[in-house]
């Protein structure tokens, strides 16, 4: 079994970043495509981006595309979420979480196509 955490969430004001990271024990990170997902109180969870084994293949949701940007860090096993000009709207809990197969562009946001689950990070955008 794989268990991730994630970290870096936080407080922070509008305009301002923060960069998660998800890193797993038991397990090397590597052998895993990871998703990026977030759910806003009151809201169903949601599919903010997603990188490939290789980090060839990188996918965005609308609201994040050019603000977000998703890498990984074999050496240390790490898959990490800069989230730049961060808007209220991007308020929520973040999770990380592992699939086997490639995502591609039809499903790379699917949560049921991901296998295991960190706990979650709290990200909290306000003035």
């Known amino acids: 079994q794989v268990q991730l955490v994630e970290s870096g969430g936080g407080l922070v004001q509008p305009g301002g970043s923060l960069r998660l990271s998800c890193a797993a024990s038991?397990?090397?990170?590597?052998?895993?495509?990871v998703g990026w997902f977030r759910q806003a109180p009151g809201k169903g969870r949601e599919g903010i981006s997603s990188?490939?084994?290789?980090?060839?293949?990188?996918y965005y949701a609308g609201p994040v595309k050019g603000r977000f940007t998703i890498s990984r860090d074999s050496a240390k096993s790490t898959v990490f979420l800069q989230m730049n000009s961060l808007k209220p709207d991007d308020t929520a809990t973040y999770y990380c979480?592992?699939?086997?197969?490639?995502?591609?562009?039809?499903?790379?946001?699917?949560?049921?196509?991901?296998?295991?689950w960190g706990q979650g990070t709290q990200v909290t955008v306000s003035p």
């Open positions: 038991g397990h090397e990170l590597d052998a895993y495509a």
């Open positions: 990188i490939s084994k290789s980090a060839g293949r990188t």
């Open positions: 979480a592992v699939r086997t197969s490639m995502p591609g562009a039809s499903d790379w946001w699917d949560e049921e196509l991901y296998a295991y």
